[in-house]
């Protein structure tokens, strides 16, 4: 498990990995997508659930329900559904790490530009 925090943000202590924000500011895609997303692939990892801290009432359900279509589907992206996309809840194949990157580095601030621009599987 990764958290990532801004620089110099008290946290309590955690049984995860913290990742600091590098760049402050940076939000969702710059900070979210691809800190979890970068260190998911480093760690050998396929796929990574990323999402905000604000979710009280998320539970282990909701990633165990996104990992199958993920797994079966070979999904670059799976959100959860109740009338709009939830970008900061879901499954991110972490081959998306470069793309994340380059959206940011472009100025790209949303997970929801990560979705529109999948990324195209090796040997296609």
Partial sequence: MFVLAAQGQ????????????????????GGDGAGAC????????ELAFVCAVDMPLLDAGLIDELVGPAVRLGADVVLPWDGRDHYLAGI?????????AELVAAGER???RVG?????????
């Fill in 10 to 29: 008290p946290l309590p202590a955690l049984d995860a990995e913290v990742l600091r924000d590098e760049v402050g500011g940076r939000r969702a895609a």
């Fill in 38 to 45: 970068a260190r998911a692939a480093e760690a050998g990892l």
């Fill in 92 to 100: 991110y194949r972490t081959a998306l790490a470069a793309r994340v």
């Fill in 110 to 112: 949303s997970m929801a």
């Fill in 116 to 124: 529109e621009t999948p990324s195209t599987p090796s040997g296609s």
